[in-house]
């Protein structure tokens, strides 16, 4: 069975983590409305996705 034969160190440790970071989720423009939304998703605001209202937002109000 493979043992490492020195304890690594916190540093060596670090070093190699820091390639993973979190990173803000990627953002685009509604062409229907112009508000700010994930990509490939119906917009919140007005509802629409590629050109298609997908989601009455009108009646999801009440």
Partial sequence: MAVPK???STAR???RRT???MEVPAMATC???GSVKRPH???PVCGF???VEVV???GAEA
């Fill in 13 to 15: 440790r670090d070093k």
């Fill in 41 to 43: 998703r119906v917009c």
């Fill in 19 to 21: 390639h993973w970071k």
């Fill in 49 to 51: 996705y590629n050109g």
């Fill in 31 to 33: 062409d229907h409305c």
């Fill in 56 to 58: 009455d937002m009108k």
């Fill in 6 to 8: 020195r304890k690594t």
